[in-house]
């Protein structure tokens, strides 16, 4: 069964506007993790955030998490045209042995 | 350093026909996965290997599908007969250590066509 459920499926923004998106999960989770795909690439890993932790940064990721409400945000700020990719969450929950759970995924574009 | 290496990158083949794919992970890595890419059912997990020896299956669809993890450095994903609806992305990832709070390198990907 899908664990992480990311919002929107798809976004279109104008190059420099920062772009959110959303990931909600069902269980309780040991860690979450956000992946950036390329179209017709594999997954690459962006940020790692564990449940004891709120807030991480990475360039210009910036990562969220509320445990209490099950749900992650992803923001990219000052968006670039290479920034266009699909972006997965990925859940740890405690009830998967370890292994991860990707959600379907938000297809951003950022227009030049 | 060399990322995770997938072959074939595109496999077109007819039904009834075996398919192997293979998979050379980052060396050093202790975990090895098999993922399956669809439209309809997103990323979904096959197999995972610890230290060679296959860990949970249960992601594995049916009989047809087969993994094998003969050394540290090289794993074979196997459909035997392929249909149709095996069409896939089929990705192999390899990661350091406990599973779930260390990241995964992909491979590129498999696309497997099955006319």
């Known amino acids: 069964s899908q664990q992480g459920e990311e919002d929107p499926q798809a976004l279109s923004i104008q190059e420099g506007e920062n772009a959110t998106m959303n990931c909600s999960y069902k269980?309780?989770?040991?860690?979450l993790q956000w992946y950036r795909q390329n179209s017709g690439r594999g997954l690459v890993h962006l940020i790692l955030?564990?449940?004891?932790?709120r807030e991480k940064h990475s360039g210009r990721l910036r990562v969220t998490l509320d445990t209490s409400k099950k749900s992650s945000s992803l923001l990219i700020t000052a968006s670039r045209a290479a920034d266009t990719a699909s972006y997965f969450c990925?859940?740890?929950?405690?009830?998967?042995?370890?292994?991860?759970?990707f959600g379907q995924g938000t297809e951003l574009s950022v227009k030049p | 350093d060399a990322g995770v290496i997938q072959s074939p990158r595109h496999e077109v083949t007819e039904m009834g026909q075996e398919v192997t794919l293979r998979c050379k992970p980052i060396?050093?890595?202790?975990?090895l996965f098999w993922y399956r890419q669809t439209m309809m059912r997103g990323l979904e997990l096959l197999i995972y290997?610890?230290?060679?020896?296959?860990?949970?299956d249960s992601g594995m669809p049916e009989d047809r599908f087969s993994a094998k993890m003969p050394n540290a450095s090289f794993s074979t994903l196997k459909i035997q007969p392929s249909e149709p609806r095996d069409s896939a992305v089929y990705f192999c990832?390899?990661?350091?250590?406990?599973?779930?709070?260390?990241?995964?390198?992909f491979g590129d990907g498999t696309r497997l066509s099955i006319l």
């Open positions: 990925a859940t740890d929950a405690y009830n998967q042995g370890g292994k991860l759970i």
């Open positions: 990832a390899s990661s350091l250590g406990y599973i779930g709070d260390q990241p995964q390198h």
């Open positions: 290997f610890n230290n060679n020896v296959p860990i949970d």
């Open positions: 955030i564990r449940s004891n932790e």
């Open positions: 060396s050093g890595h202790d975990y």
């Open positions: 269980t309780s989770i040991n860690n």
